[in-house]
């Protein structure tokens, strides 16, 4: 994995790169930083008086190279509020340690964002989930291995973040009402990150169904570790892109995650907008 140091991805590299955005696209102290999963990139473009910025702009961000995820910073209002909006992330799959995986939560705060939105695509381990479901994250567990608070403690950081409420309950509920004013269902579950690159085999998807998981993925975990660290509020969302291994005779591919995501655009879009209009 790529090595992090304080001075590429630290405290003092992330108000670096804040300056960076601040002076190209004129960010004063969002409402909310979204970071957008693979194919839910559609909601930047629902972004008004959008100012758009490529990560190879950005001192410490990475180009991205998956399929859904664009590698811009877009700023602008989305609800009536300001917003700043993560078209792509530096997957740890990729080789990225997680202090790069979630620095731009780390920039993101020192932009002045209170609130992370994180959204995923993911495969259903609950067997009542069906491709396109929209699930709350409840909660997660992390089979990654790693966390981006290892290494020298930053000042900015708590140094041992009291992880009992990662997804903060005042947002989740928001998030809820939100949903109930759009008549959207929003299912409810527990988001378990590995890894990755590679799908779980069945065998693993009935381990993960037996330790209390209901959807998995490959990222979303280091971002709200950080974000909690940072004194953040985080709330997430998956997108039920597939059923997990073994729960169906379909092979696995990302490009049912990217028709999954295609499909469920429309009210994805509506729920983060409305969601961020009750902030």
């Given at each position: 994995?790529?090595e992090?140091?304080?001075?590429?991805?630290?405290?003092?590299?992330?108000?670096?790169?804040?300056?960076?955005?601040?002076?190209?696209?004129?960010?004063?102290?969002?409402?909310?930083?979204?970071?957008?999963?693979s194919?839910?990139?559609g909601?930047?473009?629902?972004?008004?008086?959008?100012?758009?910025?490529?990560?190879a702009?950005?001192?410490?961000?990475?180009?991205?190279?998956i399929?859904?995820?664009?590698?811009q910073?877009?700023?602008?209002k989305?609800g009536?509020?300001?917003?700043?909006a993560?078209?792509?992330?530096?997957?740890?799959?990729?080789?990225?340690s997680?202090?790069?995986?979630?620095?731009?939560?780390?920039?993101?705060?020192?932009?002045?964002a209170?609130?992370?939105?994180?959204s995923?695509?993911?495969g259903?381990i609950?067997?009542?989930f069906?491709?396109g479901?929209l699930?709350l994250i409840e909660d997660h567990?992390?089979l990654?291995f790693?966390?981006?608070?290892?290494?020298?403690?930053?000042?900015?950081?708590?140094?041992?973040?009291?992880?009992s409420a990662?997804y903060?309950?005042?947002?989740?509920e928001?998030?809820r009402?939100?949903?109930?004013?759009?008549?959207?269902?929003?299912?409810t579950?527990?988001?378990?990150?590995?890894?990755?690159?590679?799908?779980?085999t069945?065998?693993?998807?009935?381990m993960?169904e037996?330790l209390?998981?209901d959807?998995?993925?490959?990222?979303?975990?280091?971002?709200?570790?950080?974000?909690?660290?940072l004194?953040?509020?985080a709330?997430?969302?998956?997108?039920?892109?597939?059923?997990?291994a073994?729960?169906?005779?379909?092979?696995?591919?990302h490009?049912?995650?990217?028709?999954a995501?295609?499909?469920?655009?429309?009210?994805?879009?509506?729920?983060?907008?409305e969601?961020?209009?009750g902030?």
């Amino acid at each position: 994995m790529s090595e992090q140091t304080p001075a590429t991805h630290g405290a003092e590299a992330a108000r670096t790169a804040a300056a960076v955005i601040r002076a190209r696209l004129g960010v004063q102290d969002p409402a909310c930083a979204i970071v957008l999963g693979s194919g839910l990139g559609g909601l930047a473009d629902r972004i008004e008086q959008a100012r758009r910025l490529p990560y190879a702009d950005i001192p410490g961000f990475h180009a991205t190279h998956i399929v859904g995820h664009k590698g811009q910073l877009i700023a602008g209002k989305l609800g009536g509020r300001e917003v700043i909006a993560l078209a792509g992330r530096f997957h740890m799959y990729e080789g990225h340690s997680p202090q790069v995986s979630a620095f731009p939560v780390r920039v993101a705060h020192a932009l002045g964002a209170e609130a992370l939105f994180v959204s995923n695509a993911a495969g259903g381990i609950r067997r009542t989930f069906s491709a396109g479901d929209l699930m709350l994250i409840e909660d997660h567990i992390n089979l990654q291995f790693v966390n981006p608070l290892s290494g020298r403690a930053e000042t900015t950081d708590e140094r041992f973040p009291d992880m009992s409420a990662a997804y903060s309950p005042r947002l989740k509920e928001l998030l809820r009402d939100a949903a109930r004013r759009l008549q959207i269902p929003l299912q409810t579950g527990v988001y378990v990150g590995l890894l990755g690159p590679t799908y779980e085999t069945p065998a693993e998807v009935r381990m993960l169904e037996r330790l209390g998981a209901d959807a998995t993925g490959m990222s979303t975990v280091p971002e709200v570790i950080l974000a909690n660290a940072l004194g953040v509020e985080a709330v997430g969302v998956s997108l039920i892109s597939n059923p997990a291994a073994g729960l169906s005779a379909e092979k696995l591919s990302h490009a049912d995650v990217m028709r999954a995501a295609e499909a469920a655009g429309e009210k994805f879009c509506a729920l983060v907008t409305e969601f961020v209009r009750g902030l």
